[in-house]
């Protein structure tokens, strides 16, 4: 069974940064892809960014582009988001999952496993 938590989320001014972890149990932690999504109240669950099993690759939704950075370490079986320049649309309880079948990054259907989310506020 394989488990994520996510932690790093607070409140913070406009401008300001914050990095998320997502720390992975289970030995095929560095097997399988991940991403982030968040959701906003009343607003589906959308993707935000994605990182392959070695670190190789990484994409980002275009609301983010520039902005955040996502990182792995395999060896300490966590992944990371590297917020920068924080708005607040992007206020939001922020997701990592691990991405088990192939196909578009983007798609949450595609991702198996989640953690509980936590809360990132940005203050204008």
């Known amino acids: 069974q394989v488990q994520l938590v996510e932690s790093g989320g607070g409140l913070v001014q406009a401008g300001g940064s914050l990095r998320l972890s997502c720390a992975g149990s289970?030995?095929?932690?560095?097997?399988?892809?991940k991403g982030w999504f968040r959701q906003a109240p009343g607003k589906e669950r959308e993707f935000v960014a994605f990182?392959?099993?070695?670190?190789?690759?990484?994409y980002y939704a275009g609301s983010v582009k520039g902005r955040y950075t996502i990182s792995r370490d395999n060896a300490k079986n966590t992944v990371y988001l590297q917020m920068n320049s924080l708005k607040p649309e992007d206020t939001a309880v922020y997701y990592c999952?691990?991405?088990?079948?192939?196909?578009?990054?983007?798609?949450?259907?595609?991702?198996?496993?989640w953690g509980q989310g936590t809360q990132v506020t940005v203050s204008s």
């Open positions: 990182i392959s099993a070695s670190g190789g690759s990484t």
């Open positions: 999952a691990e991405k088990t079948q192939l196909g578009d990054t983007g798609r949450a259907n595609l991702y198996d496993y």
């Open positions: 289970g030995r095929t932690f560095s097997r399988y892809a």
